[in-house]
């Protein structure tokens, strides 16, 4: 069946810094590929998206890169800052009709001042 | 506009009872699906719903149902309840005018003792 497979689990980085989370998906048929924002305590947030006919996409500090052939897509987080501390999930889903988002396992960011 | 509205937010029940969640779209969507989250699983998928139709379904056992009512609101049931069921369980409503994307409500904490 279908899996989305999400790395590292826990990333840890100081202000400033980076941030990179990579995901591969199994779905060859897959082609929308959001990435949520879930603090603590409250719900998912979708930050960021990206569909199979784009490569990249950006959003002032964060971007999204899809890599279809190898199956795999990765979020940026640059100039990290405290209150991008939270857990990100990856996810991938088919075309229109067939929705059915299938998560990553989370990665745990906390960006420390 | 208002979000993804999801009743009652917290929950306790007995081992063997029952239980129903509500989920109410986004005005205009459609499309709600329904997932379950635990520390150990992550967001598991349990089904969507479009136009009261299930067209997806996760591997969840039969004591999980659902139904759309017409005017898109959600129920989903949980029959003869275990420990393993607590869980918070979130629905996401997803509409045309949205490029399907998918909006989280805050979800309902279940506790079953």
């Known amino acids: 069946g279908e899996n989305v497979e999400q790395h590292p689990s826990t990333l840890s980085v100081q202000e400033g810094d980076s941030a990179v989370i990579k995901c591969t998906y199994s779905d060859s048929a897959s082609n929308y590929f959001p990435w949520y924002k879930q603090e603590l305590g409250k719900r998912p947030q979708l930050i960021i998206d990206?569909?199979?006919?784009?490569g990249e996409k950006k959003d002032q500090r964060i971007a999204v890169t899809l890599n279809k052939t190898a199956k795999h897509f990765s979020l940026h987080i640059t100039e990290t800052q405290p209150e991008d501390s939270a857990v990100y999930f990856c996810a991938a889903s088919r075309p229109t009709g067939f929705q059915k988002l299938v998560f990553g396992t989370g990665t745990r960011l906390l960006v420390s001042p | 506009k208002a979000g993804v509205t999801q009743t009652p937010r917290y929950l306790i029940k007995t081992r063997g009872q029952q239980v129903t969640l509500s989920c109410s779209p986004i005005s205009g969507h459609r499309s709600v699906s329904w997932y379950q989250q635990t520390p150990g699983q992550g967001l598991q998928f349990l089904f969507e719903?479009?136009?009261?139709?299930?067209?997806n379904k996760g591997n969840f056992p039969g004591r999980f149902s659902g139904r759309q009512f017409s005017n898109s609101r959600s129920e989903m049931n949980v029959s003869t309840l275990e420990l393993g069921d607590s869980a918070l369980y979130l629905c996401?409503?997803?509409?045309?005018?949205?490029?399907?994307?998918?909006?989280f409500g805050s979800g309902t904490r279940l506790t079953v003792v």
């Open positions: 719903y479009f136009s009261e139709t299930q067209r």
């Open positions: 996401a409503s997803s509409g045309a005018g949205t490029g399907y994307s998918y909006t």
């Open positions: 990206i569909r199979s006919n784009v």
